[in-house]
């Protein structure tokens, strides 16, 4: 009887993650591959169909281990096509956010990120999804939530898109606050006995990682595979109350004010009293109300 080697593990980089560092790291990773004797296929992605198709076709053809090289949004991309497949999934942080890969403790490190896929030690975690007002379902990793953060998105994709993680993100909440009123914002608990939340609040977030925003610690509890979901609502505050927190969430990312509502729920109703956007992992995914759950154990990754 014929053998047949296992496939070659697929490496998917986007080469612009990191202001184009993940790019540039490629001659490092196939170095480091090559001096663990690993078989990889590095395939570098041009659009966000590209690198879809990509993933569809190492699927397709049976890889068992597909990695992605950028930050959360790369990850996201990845793991939206291979969802329900018998694979495992690896990542290799080069971009500007890496909160799901920090939650697992993977440092923007090439040498060491390698070293975890080649050793294949696998953790089953948690995926969120999120239905919007249209019925239609995403799946993100890490963050999402509406307010300023929803706000703030389109300055980080435009006028800051070339700064660094969590800066990029403060600098684009500082621009968004500028004529940003509050959302008037109804959490809903559905399936348990948690009461009902309305709040006129700067966020309304809902996150499976400790960290949002390029190192934010808003939920330091959340953990990736209890089946929970931290939801953190800070109430509204005056600008000059808004700007006193920068400089420690810039230094630390450490959130410290007294006005922040933390409750841990599997599934999560945002009803907005003004229509608003939901994003998750830095993408725009719908408009409120949104419905959000948690697909426990969902996902098999490579993690120490």
Known sequence: M????PLPATVFVNPAAGRGGAGRKVAELREAFARWKYPVKIVKSASAEEFRRGVRAAVCEGCA?????GGDGTLQMLVREVIGRDVRVGVIPA???NDFAAALGI???VERAVEIIVRGETRLLDLVRVRDSYGLD???LG???IGIDA?????ANGSFHKWPGRLRYLASAIAALRAFRGVQVQAEFPESDLPTITKLVLLAAVLNTPTFGGGLRLAPKAELDDGLLEVVMIEMLRKREVLALIPRLLL???LKTERVVRIRAARIKLTAEKEAHFQGDGEFLGKTPVQIETLHRALRVLAP
């Open 143 to 145: 963050g999402g939530g």
């Open 95 to 97: 971009g500007g956010g």
């Open 2 to 5: 014929e053998r047949t080697e």
């Open 138 to 140: 995403a799946i993100y």
């Open 151 to 155: 706000e703030a998105l389109r300055y």
């Open 107 to 109: 440092a923007k490190n």
């Open 65 to 69: 281990t597909l990695v992605a090289m």
């Open 252 to 254: 630390s990312g450490e």
